[in-house]
């Protein structure tokens, strides 16, 4: 087990240096780079090219790439060219924002999308089916922006319920219930399109799986329906719902552009959009590697929930 | 049943608070409910999403505190790295140069300076290339060092002095301060400043934009890096955090020499989704907007609790042409397009009156601005005339390149394509390429080609017309490093344009500047399109708030007391 995951740890070299190439090499191909953003547009031509030799953009891109990586091997992210200020700590505090955002729309995804799944599948073809599937093809279909503005008008400014933006209120203190009422709308907003892929992944997978024959053995045995539905059906469907589950958790991780920039909530996907924007690249490329690492380390997590979850997989 | 009598049956009926408030929230009928019961007493922590509720009203009462959503987040507290309006906004509170803007005007009046140089009163050398300062006394910077003379050098040198040890290689001032060669101390307060040649706008451009004076204490013991985080100016508010891209907030310089500003605290806030923006003001969390989108301004004028305003300013919103080969290269042409133009119904109906439509290079606001120029007011027949005598009447195809947003921008791409619909009717064919700003940053400063012929942008010119040299003259094509991308050349022009920079007398500088509009306007090398009103929007609770030409907000005159 603990060579599998060293393994897989190892692994995650190749995959980083194959990110960062691809990531540092599009950078270049994009028109307009950092000095011409720095200096915007007062900018003479001799002040670009006197910006650019100063911070190295004018030595050939291997060199580069290079001299970025000999930095990032000795554990230095290098500085941000907009932000003025060292990578590493600023993308983990960004990142740590994501997560919070993740974690909490993971949950409402699966605290709607779990039981409406199982609903949907031991009442097959009833209203409470057809409905929550046409809901879930619904909030899949809506784009999180239009989905965001929503909730927004609804939850913010009609009822008042909830603040329309940011992580905390730039003036006043900073307490969990503060953060939860900043969080409702966008964790809502992010978890409806995952819920309904929850629920519609969870209503196929308990399908296939009620109608196996240890099923029916189970209720001629007597058990109780409850019982059926857990022990015998759900916890056999689990295997492909982790794997969605983990998969869209994995993505959220990258940042959720569009709903971190309509609730300006500072999370990585924003802070990455705007590096793009600016042509930041060593922002740009650390948090590429953030969050590169973090979805393989979100892959390997789930490739041992499996074996927790179904003791006859096993790594070595 | 109001929510408080069905907070108190249900509490009167032995449930728990606690248990109560927590099967509420899974019902997910739970936060105005729930904001009655914190609002029973106890403390906040048990009910998470009441007291956030409880809350919203508290954080709008917060006496002296102005919170402001902007369009984006600073670059940076220093003046030396500030080169977007939400930046130089921020930087006008904490930093401060020997002259400024009278509030409401683009006039100049002392500052740190205690009178204005001039020729008669000797400030200004026969020559032009010299300019003397008295400083004002007994100010102090932000980190307690004394301002004289040599911080005022030293303040200069860092930007333009490649030799100084302190020396920025990356600031963004050189354009303002190409022509300044040296500044010298004369005593403790008095200072000189020498140009290499003479430039009308230099008093603009030196103290009023990056050209604002920082601590000498900072300058050599601060790494040059961390210049722009932390407060090194004298102005009446002090930068006290910089959360990057969540917010920035300045405190009230109780030291300040001048008249201390209401405002406690002030706060900036980017929020860049422009509609968020919005919704922030309209449910209380921000106490002031800029740059409202043109579709939110009747629902801010129909909220009571709001107040909308919007004023005269300096931007110009306009299309370059190519002049120098295709279908624009002939004068005709270009008039017909800018005949085919509804600027009255681009402002009308998609700016919803937050723009004036243009007649000339500068708005309206402007002092150099020439009132006997109508410009080329809306008229398809009149174009279509042109393009036929021009021996184009069936029409052309050509391509226009835009940015998809970007400072002063305004709302481009409906905007162009309100423009492509009108260019449509007379024939003309408009294929729209959209980029996003610093790509098109890049595509722009090279100039416009045979087939891309036409190129969006807009610029806030400074008090003195500055900007407006690098894109007429012909001295200032893509070629010789300028913005003049359309390769207008009309040598008359040319020299006008140089003759009135040098030209230090006020009155005959404007006579010039109107001379060459009018010649300008003929030879139609833009398209005129509109000069912006920066939309405002505050709540009530908010006064002092003065629009002035050049965007500046001067923060000392507003106070902010939640009735």
Avoid: C
């Avoid at chain 2, 801010?300 to 919007?310: A, G, V």
């Avoid at chain 2, 919103?317 to 042409?333: C, H, M, S």
């Amino acid at each position: 087990m603990s060579t599998y995951i060293v393994r897989r740890i190892i692994g995650l070299i190749p995959v980083l240096l194959g990110v960062s190439i691809v990531v540092f090499l599009l950078m270049q191909l994009v028109p307009g780079d950092v000095a011409q953003a720095l200096l915007g547009i007062s900018a003479r031509p001799e002040d670009v090219e006197n910006l650019r030799r100063s911070l190295g953009l004018d030595r050939p891109i291997w060199v580069q790439y290079l001299s970025w990586l000999g930095m990032v091997l000795r554990g230095d992210l290098g500085i941000s060219l907009q932000q003025r200020t060292e990578v590493l700590p600023f993308v983990m505090d960004r990142f740590q924002n994501t997560l919070i955002l993740t974690v909490a729309a993971t949950i409402v995804s699966l605290v709607i999308g779990l039981p409406a799944g199982v609903i949907s599948a031991t009442k097959q073809y009833s209203v409470f089916d057809r409905v929550s599937m046409l809901i879930a093809l619904f909030s899949n279909s809506m784009p999180a922006f239009w989905l965001g503005l929503m909730a927004i008008l609804i939850f913010s400014l009609k009822l008042h319920w909830f603040p329309t933006s940011g992580m905390w209120p730039v003036v006043g203190e900073r307490t969990l219930p503060v953060l939860l009422s900043h969080l409702a709308l966008p964790a809502l907003t992010l978890g409806a399109a995952s819920a309904a892929y929850t629920a519609r992944i969870t209503r196929s997978s308990m399908l296939e799986v009620i109608r196996q024959d240890y099923v029916r053995t189970a209720r001629a045995k007597g058990l109780t329906e409850r019982t059926v539905l857990a022990r015998h059906t759900l916890a056999n469907a689990l295997l492909p719902i982790l794997t969605v589950v983990s998969l869209q958790f994995g993505y959220l991780l990258g940042g959720a552009v569009l709903t971190e920039t309509v609730f300006s909530w500072p999370g990585i996907g924003l802070a990455l959009y705007n590096a793009i924007s600016f042509r930041d690249y060593p922002l740009v490329q650390g948090a590429v590697l953030v969050v590169a690492t973090s979805f393989v380390v979100v892959n390997l997590l789930t490739d041992l929930l499996y074996s927790f979850l179904d003791p006859r997989i096993r790594y070595s | 049943m109001s929510r408080e009598a069905f907070v108190n049956i249900m509490m009167d009926g032995g449930l728990d608070r606690r248990e109560l408030v927590k099967r509420l929230v899974a019902l997910g009928v739970a936060a105005p409910v729930a904001a009655a019961l914190a609002e029973r007493g106890q403390g906040a922590g048990a009910a998470p999403v009441a007291s956030s509720a409880a809350r919203l009203p508290a954080a709008q009462e917060s006496d002296g505190t102005l919170i402001v959503a902007t369009e984006a987040d600073i670059e940076s507290f220093d003046p030396g790295h500030a080169i977007a309006l939400a930046s130089t906004r921020v930087n006008y509170a904490i930093y401060e140069g020997l002259l400024k803007y009278t509030p409401g005007t683009t006039d100049l009046e002392p500052l740190l300076a205690t009178e204005m140089p001039t020729l008669e009163n000797g400030g200004i050398s026969e020559d032009g290339l010299t300019y003397t300062f008295k400083l004002r006394e007994g100010v102090k910077f932000h980190d307690g060092a004394d301002f004289n003379a040599e911080a005022v050098r030293m303040s200069y040198r860092r930007l333009i002095d490649k030799e100084f040890e302190h020396y920025d290689d990356t600031n963004t001032a050189g354009f303002f301060l190409g022509d300044l060669t040296s500044v010298d101390p004369v005593d403790e307060h008095t200072v000189t400043f020498t140009l290499s040649k003479p430039n009308a706008a230099f008093l603009t451009l030196s103290n009023v934009y990056a050209g604002k004076i920082m601590s000498p204490k900072a300058i050599q013991e601060v790494p040059v890096a961390q210049w722009g985080e932390g407060s090194y100016g004298t102005g009446p508010f002090v930068a006290s955090a910089w959360d990057k891209g969540i917010s920035a907030t300045l405190v009230r310089n109780e030291d300040y020499w001048g008249t201390k500003p209401s405002l406690k605290t002030l706060v900036f806030q980017p929020i860049i989704e422009p509609t968020a923006r919005v919704a922030a003001l309209l449910n209380g969390e921000v106490d002031m907007i800029v740059v409202v989108p043109p579709d939110s301004i009747q629902s801010i004028k129909d909220d009571p609790n709001l107040t909308y305003e919007q004023g005269d300013s300096l931007q110009r919103w306009f299309i370059q042409l190519n002049t120098k080969e295709g279908p624009f290269a002939d004068k005709r042409v270009r008039q017909a397009v800018n005949y085919a133009v509804n600027k009255e119904g681009l402002a009308h109906d998609v700016l919803r009156d937050s723009a004036v439509p243009a007649t000339q290079p500068m708005a309206p606001a402007h002092w150099t601005y020439n009132p006997d120029i109508t410009g080329y007011p809306y008229d398809p027949e009149k174009a279509k005339a042109l393009l036929q005598e021009a021996g184009v009447g069936d029409g052309f195809s050509t391509t226009l390149m835009i940015p998809q947003s970007g400072s002063g921008m305004m709302i481009p791409v409906p905007m162009n394509e309100f423009i492509q619909g009108n260019l449509r009717e007379v024939g003309v064919d408009v294929q729209i390429q959209s980029y996003e700003w610093v790509s098109y940053l890049g595509l722009w400063t090279q100039g416009l080609n045979a087939d891309v012929t036409m190129a969006n942008m807009s610029t806030l010119e400074t008090g003195e017309p500055y900007f407006i040299h690098f894109q007429l003259s012909g001295d200032f094509t893509p070629d010789k490093g300028g913005w003049n991308v359309g390769y207008y050349d009309n040598p008359e022009v040319t020299k006008l344009l140089a003759e009135a920079l040098a030209t230090p007398d006020d009155a005959q500088r404007k006579a010039l500047y109107e001379k060459t509009w009018e010649l300008v306007v003929d030879d139609a090398p833009w398209i005129f399109v509109v000069n912006d009103l920066q939309p405002m929007a505050f709540k009530n609770s908010v006064t002092g708030y003065l629009t002035s030409p050049s965007y500046v907000i001067d923060f000392t005159t507003i106070s902010n007391t939640p009735q």
